[in-house]
């Protein structure tokens, strides 16, 4: 069986014990990752540290072209990876081969050219200079989830390395497949040793290791807001940079004036692409209430039209859950909202896909009407093929719902008053908001979010800021 070995200092490691990896389109144990230990971050550390000065110093077309052979590695490679990351993670091929590595590779590029573009600012004044030197932080700490494997472990260690830092990386042990590929990638590609190293296993193990390491001076990391907190109250007192991308509970607002005709097909892809499980799902629709019963008739109708299937089938639009504790939990979410007063339109039930996946993780994609805005459903996120409809009467409504959960990651507003659009994306309390689309991405713009959904900001100039420290230098003249 496949193993998934550690990569440290340039090398892989086995490890004497091993977590099962399953394959969720099945439930069967595919793979064997290993369990790794507060030694083997250590190691790690000691690794990346060694390796620092090196690759701090180059300059950064050099590192860049790391990141441009790897990339185009990748490119060669991508059926292989979309594969690999259907199988380990549930989701359709057909996802993995449009947006996981696409965007993986995007990553890589983005960074690689945004190293070669930053600048620092200058403040001349009569008498003196101040000029800003930006210097990578250090050995930096990258924990990614399990539902965009790759694509979330490239958009840390991307703009870590570009900019000059090194490496120990974490991917979740659900999902630890894509990185082990791509850091077998990276040793062929000649990445010096040490830049990148890649620690398996538990969270609780590995992961608090990681945010624990005296020695590791930031941390990003993309999770769930319980580990997020977790991370905070551990890192704090070690006055480590800190950037927490966590959970949310994101609304699409639709005004009656929107053209449905081409909004809908977004709408059921912000609910449900990747079975839900993507951070910024508009997981709560809310409907101005003069074409709610249109709406949900035609909303319902479509989803119903969802294929749910085997991930490796390419006509599959909903794939399997991560998990068989995820598959339960999202079943639980559903039967709760039907005890809080919850009307199931569509689905509500665990999915049967016959043939080699008759044991895996599947769920319908299930639409949920008739909660008050209050309920668990409309305030917990459930990262699963679930969304909520729920009427407003005006804007000033909308917004409130909007903005009554604990979350503030991302919001999609449908008008085509333009006045309106402006207006509410103001007023809504996170920190991405799309009219008229959904997860439309320029990889310049700050992403992240507010209040339960994390601090600090990635992407372009915010991701520059996050991996390098300031240093303001004064001369006088
Ligand atoms: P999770 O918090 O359970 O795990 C995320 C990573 O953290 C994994 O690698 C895990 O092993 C590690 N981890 C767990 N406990 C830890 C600890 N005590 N110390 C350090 N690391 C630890 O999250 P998940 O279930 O893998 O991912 C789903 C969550 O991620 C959802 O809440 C989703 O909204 C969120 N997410 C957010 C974004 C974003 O950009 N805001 C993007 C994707 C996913």
Redesign the pocket.
Known sequence: MEQFCHFIDGRFHPSTSWIDVTEPATGAVYAHVARGTADDVNRAVQAAEAAFPLWAELPAAERAAYLYRIADELEKRLEEFARAESQDQGKPIALARSLDIPRSIANLRFFAAAALHVSTEAHPAPGMLNYTLRQPVGVVGC??????PLY?FTWKIAPAIAFGNTVVA?????TPRTATMFAALCKECALPAGVLNVVHG???EV??A??EHPRIRAIS???????GE??ARTAGPHFKKLSL????KNPTIIFADADLETALPTIVRAGFLNQGE??LCGSRVLVERSIYDTFVERFCEKVRSLRVGDPLDEHTEIGALVSEAHYHKVLNAIANAERDGGQILVGGKPAYVDGRCKNGWFVEPTVIVGLKPSCAANQE?I?GPVVTILPFDDEEEAIRIANSVRYG?AASIWTQNLRRAHAVAAQIECGVVWVNCWMLRDLRTP???IKA??IGREGGWEAYRFFTEAKNVCIKL
């Not at 924990?143 to 965009?148: A, G, K, T, V």
């Not at 974490?170 to 659900?174: A, V």
């Not at 990391?221 to 580990?227: A, D, I, V, Y």
């Not at 991308?245 to 949310?248: F, I, M, N, Q, V």
């Open positions: 924990i990614s989830p399990w539902n965009l979330l974490k991917p979740s042990e659900l538990y969270g609780s992961g608090a990681i945010v990391f993309t999770g769930s807001t319980t580990t977790y991370i991308e966590l959970g949310g993507i951070c996120e990262f990651l992403f992240g979010g959904s994390g």
